[in-house]
C-alpha cells in the first residue's frame, strides 16, 4: 500500500517558469489537500478537494492551481515561479470513519526559485 | 492566521527523560491532533483528542485538552533518541481543514 505519493522530491526552478507537483493516493479518500512548509510557520494550506471535480482555495492559493479529474490525482501547478514560492510542498489525504479522522502525507517536494 | 501555537518552540532534553509540549488554539473546535515530523519527512499522524474528551493515551504519549484555556499539552515519557522530531498540533474547527501551529523541534539526547 503506497499511501500518498509526491513527485518529484526536489526541483529547482527560475523565476517565470511553470511546473506541475504531482500527488497520487490509493486509499479511496475523498479529500485530498496541498500545504507548503516554511520555517517557523508551520503548514498552510494551499488548495484542497472534497472529492472529484470540486476544489476550492485555502489560506494562500495565489500563484497555484489544482485540478482534481480523478478521486486518486491531485496536482499542483505553479503558473509562473517566484522566489516567493521557495519552500517545501506536502499533499495530503484525508481519512474519515466514525470517531476516527486523520490525515496522510507524501514524502514532500523541496521547491527552489531562483 | 494560525489557529493553532505550540510552546516551547524548541526543547532539548537526555533520553529517559519526560518531553512536554503544549498547544494554545483561538477558537472553539471539535478535535485536536498531534503528528509527528522526522526530519525530511512527510507529517505522520499521533493521536485525536476530541472536544468532550479531557485526556488520551497510546503507547507513551499522554494528550490532554482543556477546551475551557483553549489549550492541549502532548508528554511523551521515558524519551528514546528516535522520539527526535518536531511535533505539530491541528485543529479541526468545524471546517473541511486543519489548521497546523508552527511546531516544536524536540531533541533527544542520547
Known amino acids: 500500500n503506497a499511501g500518498v505519493t509526491q513527485t518529484p522530491k526536489f526541483q529547482v526552478l527560475k523565476t517565470g517558469q511553470s511546473m506541475t507537483l504531482q500527488c497520487a493516493q490509493d486509499?479511496?479518500?475523498?479529500?485530498m489537500s496541498w500545504y507548503r512548509q516554511d520555517p517557523g510557520m508551520g503548514l498552510r494550506l494551499i488548495h484542497y478537494s472534497v472529492g472529484a471535480g470540486i476544489t476550492d482555495q485555502g489560506e494562500v492559493p495565489n500563484g497555484y492551481n489544482v485540478s482534481r479529474s480523478t478521486t486518486e490525482d491531485f496536482p499542483l501547478r505553479l503558473l509562473s515561479a517566484a522566489p516567493s514560492q521557495t519552500s517545501v510542498y506536502f499533499c495530503?489525504?484525508?481519512?474519515?470513519?466514525?470517531?476516527?479522522?486523520?490525515?496522510?502525507f507524501g514524502s514532500g517536494t523541496q521547491l527552489s526559485v531562483l | 492566521s494560525q489557529q493553532g501555537e505550540e510552546d516551547p518552540q524548541a526543547l532539548s532534553i537526555q533520553e529517559g527523560e519526560n518531553a512536554t509540549m503544549n498547544c494554545s488554539y483561538k477558537?472553539?473546535?471539535?478535535?485536536l491532533q498531534w503528528y509527528r515530523q522526522n526530519s525530511g519527512r512527510g507529517l505522520v499522524h499521533l493521536i485525536l483528542?476530541?472536544?468532550?474528551?479531557r485526556e488520551k493515551h497510546s503507547g507513551r504519549l499522554r494528550v490532554t485538552l482543556d477546551t475551557s484555556k483553549k489549550s492541549s499539552s502532548l508528554l511523551i515519557t521515558a524519551s528514546r533518541a528516535a522520539d527526535t522530531a518536531s511535533y505539530f498540533c491541528a485543529t479541526d474547527a468545524g471546517g473541511q481543514n486543519f489548521v497546523f501551529g508552527p511546531g516544536t523541534r524536540l531533541s533527544v539526547l542520547p
Open positions: 495530503a489525504s484525508r481519512f474519515s470513519w466514525g470517531k476516527s479522522e486523520k490525515l496522510f
Open positions: 483528542i476530541r472536544s468532550n474528551e
Open positions: 486509499m479511496n479518500h475523498e479529500y
Open positions: 477558537t472553539s473546535i471539535n478535535n
